[in-house]
């Protein structure tokens, strides 16, 4: 069955960097372009960032532009986030996402915070 795991999520100070990474299986990873979601409470999850099945091409958020960097390693049948330059306003759970049907990862906690 489809699954994706995110990792790398943690506490971090503002101003710092994380990585974060989503590793796919039950599915040809290479022929699936993968979204990042995130999600505060009482909130709506939001999109924060896309990458192409062939990772030539990345979109991101506007409240995410020019911090966060998506990547893809399909050898190892991941997509990772780089996350820098982080505010408090990016706390929140963090979910990698399959772009192609309804399929997420468990969600990971980021919190910025000093």
């Known amino acids: 069955q489809v699954q994706l795991v995110e990792s790398g999520g943690g506490l971090v100070q503002p101003g710092g960097s994380l990585r974060l990474s989503c590793v796919g299986s039950g599915f040809t990873f290479n022929n699936s372009a993968v979204d990042w979601y995130r999600q505060t409470p009482g909130k709506e999850r939001e999109w924060v960032a896309s990458i192409s099945l062939t990772g030539w091409s990345a979109s991101y958020a506007d409240f995410v532009q020019g911090r966060f960097a998506v990547s893809r390693d399909d050898a190892k049948n991941t997509v990772r986030l780089q996350m820098n330059d982080l505010e408090p306003a990016d706390t929140a759970i963090y979910y990698c996402?399959?772009?192609?049907?309804?399929?997420w990862g468990q969600g990971i906690q980021v919190t910025v915070s000093s």
């Open positions: 996402k399959r772009s192609t049907g309804d399929y």
